[in-house]
């Protein structure tokens, strides 16, 4: 009954969470023309365009994708083949284990007529998955903790995964290897198989002897060496019931080596009935991952082989707006976290500099896949965000290295967008517009100025390198200012820039951070770097400018 209810729990929970999942292909929306594009009419889109395919010659690349891509993952083995032995080692593993060992009632007798699990190949094969399953996943460790490339960060979602996927594979192999020692569990066998009971001494006695000595189980009251007529009878009594569907525990070489390991404890792991405690905790956790995986993000087997059969035999250029849509939402979930657009990234450096995550594509993802499911996220998050998408250099490395084909430079450019829908463009822009609202932009240069409190701190954050402090050699000859193309497109500049350029490096000079910082000027640069090369004092004009717009930038973000 519990195995019942345990089970159709999970899976209504599952089928609802990838039910949810895959009407967010068809629901969400990225770019501001594919708004249009309503969710019914991609919908009838992609039923087409499966049904176009299906019935032509295209099935056969549909076919040739699942066989190389998804099943053989030959695009994960032309990057790197550690990963894809890792991936493979993994996934193949789970789905043989799940196939030969959680499906075994259903699959294993219509494939087998003489499948048991305690019998060889079987119990063998058991444990070979669980070992690739168990160097996949060490494989996968020491690339995420031990090596120094820059990798997706672990979230709280990955643990949960992680932690999961732990406990299935230890309270297996715990499992079996506390049932090799038990000697209840021996006692049911000899009852159901050999209509045997301790009232049949002799004979009993005699199995169980054999037992212990053959096949590991701990018997309270009986202890080798044993008598070899004892264990001759034994023999029989074995072959005549318990052969045939027990093979020597030796064959399972991990579990086997466990049961040594917990042969001490044997008699009291049988006193508080391990074997159904740890049977409870192994289903348990099987069916809290099958629940979860929806929500997790190994939901990537799911969606990757739908991404990879899909986008083989889908061409921009010739599908339909409404489908190539559907496919780019796809991606986002299709996406395996490897992190390799993060090792190639060109900006990834400035994560050093600039303490937000968003920086790394992997993360960039993430909370790309945040704003479209509608998630609240504050003013500040949303900044970082914004910071984020925008560092980006567009130089396409990201989309040329990801090992799943994802047009990633395609997903920032709707990031950039789907930022901007939520109050949030250009930094520039925003910045540019906060600061107008929150100071004052015209200074005149006749009023009395004081020195702000925190100027000393001001000067200290803006003087970060000797090069940077050439403020102080300004003696406002105003080159800077007549060479600015900006400056010379106004009428009435100082107006609509606030401070002029050689008006900035006179307030640096008097440490006046409001008025230096509240500076339209500073976001109408356009760094073309003419004022620097015409500075008689070698003032560097546009690095300071650089620098006081991230200065500027952080304290709107504090303040927000």
């Known amino acids: 009954m519990f195995y019942t209810i345990s089970l159709y729990a999970s899976l209504s929970i599952f089928s609802i969470g990838l039910l949810y999942k895959i009407t967010g292909w068809f629901r969400h929306r990225l770019g501001r023309g594919e708004r249009q594009i309503s969710t019914a009419q991609r919908i009838a889109a992609a039923v087409k365009g499966i049904l176009k395919t299906l019935f032509s010659a295209k099935v056969l690349v549909l076919l040739k994708v699942f066989l190389l891509d998804v099943l053989w993952q030959h695009w994960l083995l032309k990057k790197r083949f550690s990963r894809w032995l890792a991936h493979i080692l993994i996934y193949g593993g789970f789905m043989l284990l799940l196939l030969m060992h959680g499906l075994e009632k259903i699959i294993a007798p219509h494939l087998f007529s003489d499948y048991y699990s305690t019998l060889n190949p079987f119990m063998f094969l058991r444990n070979l998955f669980s ?260 560092i980006c250099t567009d130089c396409r490395r990201c989309t040329d290295i990801c090992p799943m084909g994802i047009n990633l430079e395609a997903l920032w450019a709707d990031l950039k967008t789907l930022v901007a829908d939520f109050g949030f463009p250009k930094p520039e822009a925003w910045a540019r517009k906060e600061a107008s609202a929150e100071t004052a932009v015209a200074h005149s240069l006749d009023q009395v100025v004081t020195i702000s409190p925190d100027g000393n701190a001001f000067m200290k954050e803006v003087a970060w390198t000797p090069q940077a402090d050439t403020f102080h050699s300004c003696f406002e000859c105003r080159n800077c200012t007549n060479v600015c193309p900006v400056v010379g497109s106004y009428e009435s500049p100082r107006k609509v820039l606030g401070l002029l350029p050689h008006e900035i490096m006179h307030y640096l000079a008097l440490k006046q951070k409001e008025p230096v910082l509240g500076a339209a000027m500073l976001w109408a640069c356009t760094t073309c770097y003419a004022c620097q090369e015409q500075c008689p004092q070698g003032v560097n004009i546009t690095d300071l400018f650089y620098r006081l717009k991230n200065l500027a930038l952080r304290q709107l973000q504090q303040e927000a």
């Open 131 to 390: 070992l690739m399953i168990l160097v996949g996943l060490a494989m996968a460790v020491f690339r995420r903790w031990f090596s120094s490339a820059a990798r997706p960060k672990s979230t709280g979602v990955d643990h949960y995964a992680i932690l999961i996927l732990a406990i299935i594979m230890i309270s297996g192999i715990v499992l079996e290897a506390v049932k090799i020692t038990s000697f209840n569990s021996f006692e049911m066998m000899a009852s159901d198989y050999a209509s045997l009971s301790k009232d049949d001494t002799d004979e009993f006695n005699a199995l169980a002897s054999y037992w212990v000595q053959f096949y590991g189980v701990a018997a309270p009251e009986l202890k080798p060496p044993f008598d070899a007529a004892v264990l001759q009878q034994g023999e029989e009594l074995h072959q005549a019931s318990c052969m045939q569907c027990h093979s020597r525990p030796q064959w399972a070489f991990i579990s086997y080596p466990a049961s040594r390991a917990l042969f001490p404890a044997a008699t009291l792991l049988d006193q508080i009935d391990a074997p159904t405690l740890l049977w409870y905790l192994h289903l348990i956790a099987c069916f809290a991952g099958l629940a979860y995986l929806p929500f997790s993000k190994f939901f990537h087997i799911v969606a990757s082989p739908l991404f990879l059969m899909a986008a083989g035999v889908m061409k921009a250029e010739k599908s339909l707006p409404a489908n190539v849509t559907t496919l780019k939402v796809l991606a986002l979930d299709a996406c395996t976290h490897c992190g390799e657009c993060t090792t190639r990234c060109s900006v990834a450096a400035a994560y050093n500099e600039i303490p937000n995550p968003g920086i790394l594509p992997s993360e960039k993802l993430a909370a790309f896949r945040r704003l479209l499911s509608g998630g609240r996220l504050s003013k500040q998050k949303l900044l970082q965000i914004q910071e984020a998408s925008h």
